[in-house]
Structures are given as structure tokens and as C-alpha cells.
């Protein structure tokens, strides 16, 4: 596997359900993000973790919990969603140094019912 | 605050026509710059970015953006389209002062090229 993965691509639950989405980077990178992509809005960013501490959480509701167990890896727990957080969650790594680049994932339609 | 403005929602260009994407940025000073595609059901791509020297910077793809401190710009630009370049474009910005890499991204410009 290269770049960034993103597992599930698609996901249907219903506001009771707990559910999890996984991301993993293989660029040896120190930042991942979690981005929302809403249809008609600009990206959101959710949170930021450097180095493997959380350093932003953009007013993001507890129903969205990260997790950032080890550089490579980022998780976003859901539970008890509504259905306007339908959304394309992305996934995305970055080095923290003067780059300033980002790479992303494929993202997770996710659908709320 | 820091903001990206693409005043384009949708763009429609014929194949092999020339293209330009407009993006405004409203910083300070000089932030840093990034173009990001976007096609359906997929994640975001850079293109292309801009830190400091040459104001006319090339990308992947045959696309090429440019400077403008004068106007707070950083267009994209493509002398010839092709089909497999209908997608979304995102221009971003950095506030360039060191440590995690935060973008801002405007709301995005929809290309479609007819044949």
C-alpha cells in the first residue's frame, strides 16, 4: 500500500450505530487531519493531530471522538449521528516542517439514516 | 482572518480550449499557496504550490499557476484542455509560520469540458 488509505470507502448507519473509520499513511509522515467535505461547503477541518497530540479541534461535537494511536494511524469514532453529518470524510498526512503539503486519502462517503 | 475566495462555482470549457481558474486570498503577507483536484469520489491531489522565488510556478498535468501579490491572486491555467481534467479545483492557503501545516481552502470551482 501507498499514500494514504482510508477503510471503509462507504458507510450506511443509522443514528444509534457506533462506527469507526480507519486511516493509515505510508509517507513516514508526522500530521494527519481529519477533513468533512459537505456538498456545497468548503472543506472542514475537524481536527489536527502533530506528533501524535492532538494540537486543533475546530468545535467539532462529541459525537466525533479522533484517535491517533501511533503516527501512521488516525481513527474517527462515531456515535449517535445525525443525518447532517452525511458527509465525505477525508483523511489527510502531512511532515511537519516549512512544506506545508498535504496528502490525502480517497475519503469515507459516509450516510447517516 | 485568513480566507480563499474562488468566485467560480462552475466552469464549462470545450476540449482543447484554454483555461483559467481564479483564486483570491486575503493574508497578511505572503502565505503560501496550493492547488488541489479533486475528480468524482476520489481525494484531493496537489497540483501544484507556491512558496517564494519564480511568481509562475508549473504543476502536473500541464497546469501552471501564477503570483500576483499586487492582486492577492494565484490563478491556475491550462492552454489546452483535455476531457480527463473535468473535476473539482480547490485553491488553499498556508499561513506560513512554521509548524503543523494548516490549510484554508475555498469552496472549490467544478470544471466540465464538453467535447
Known amino acids: 500500500e501507498t499514500g494514504v488509505t482510508q477503510t471503509p470507502r462507504h458507510l450506511v448507519m443509522g443514528m444509534t450505530n457506533k462506527k469507526s473509520l480507519k486511516c493509515e499513511q505510508h509517507?513516514?509522515?508526522?500530521?494527519m487531519y481529519w477533513y468533512k467535505q459537505s456538498a456545497k461547503k468548503p472543506l472542514e477541518l475537524m481536527f489536527v493531530y502533530s506528533l501524535e497530540e492532538r494540537v486543533e479541534n475546530n468545535s467539532v461535537p462529541s459525537r466525533f471522538s479522533p484517535e491517533c494511536p501511533n503516527s501512521s494511524h488516525l481513527f474517527l469514532h462515531l456515535h449517535t449521528l445525525q443525518p447532517e453529518d452525511s458527509a465525505l470524510y477525508l483523511c489527510a498526512s502531512s511532515q511537519v516542517t516549512d512544506s506545508y503539503e498535504q496528502y490525502f486519502g480517497p475519503g469515507t462517503r459516509l450516510t447517516v439514516t | 482572518a485568513q480566507s480563499v475566495t474562488q468566485p467560480d462555482i462552475h466552469i464549462t470549457v470545450s476540449e482543447g480550449a484554454s483555461l483559467e481558474l481564479r483564486c483570491n486570498y486575503s493574508?497578511?503577507?505572503?502565505?503560501?499557496l496550493f492547488w488541489y483536484v479533486q475528480s468524482p469520489g476520489q481525494g484531493l491531489q496537489l497540483l501544484l504550490k507556491y512558496f517564494s522565488g519564480d511568481t509562475l510556478v508549473q504543476g502536473i498535468k500541464g497546469f501552471e499557476a501564477e503570483f500576483k501579490r499586487s492582486q492577492s491572486s494565484f490563478n491556475l491555467r491550462k492552454p489546452s484542455v483535455h476531457w480527463s481534467d473535468a473535476a473539482e479545483y480547490f485553491c488553499?492557503?498556508?499561513?506560513?509560520?512554521?509548524?503543523?501545516?494548516?490549510?484554508?481552502f475555498g469552496a472549490g470551482t467544478r470544471l466540465a469540458v464538453h467535447p
Open positions: 493574508y497578511g503577507a505572503t502565505p503560501y
Open positions: 488553499a492557503v498556508a499561513p506560513g509560520s512554521g509548524g503543523y501545516n494548516k490549510l484554508i
Open positions: 509517507l513516514g509522515h508526522n500530521a
